[in-house]
């Protein structure tokens, strides 16, 4: 059997990466933060935007960054939403967070 041509495995690492980013992005949406319905929780909205930042894009890796932080109301009631963007590839998302504060014990 003849050796394959660089062409022909620089194309099949392509697919297979593309099918990677494409499982990646699936887990992404059911991970924490994804919807309304879904939102991280954290007790301060002092802590929104550091967790943001440490949330990282399934495309490149890289950690997003924080380009805006709005409250917004939605049927699930009261989150805060931000608009995040990936500084290496350009990708962009909304993360959803729900403040609940800590019970006293």
Do not use: W
Not at 15 to 44: F, T, W
Not at 75 to 103: D, E, K, M, N, W
């Amino acid at each position: 059997m003849a050796a394959k041509r660089g062409r022909t495995i620089r194309r099949e690492q392509q697919h297979a990466d593309a099918k990677l980013v494409r499982a990646r992005e699936a887990l992404e949406q059911l991970a924490p933060g994804a919807d309304a319905a879904n939102p991280i929780a954290v007790e301060s909205a002092s802590q929104i935007e550091v967790r943001a930042r440490a949330v990282r894009c399934p495309v490149c890796g890289d950690a997003y960054r924080v380009v805006e932080h709005e409250a917004i109301t939605t049927p699930c009631g009261a989150r805060r939403v931000v608009a995040a963007t990936s500084p290496q590839c350009g990708r962009t998302r909304s993360i959803y967070f729900a403040i609940r504060p800590a019970l006293a014990n």
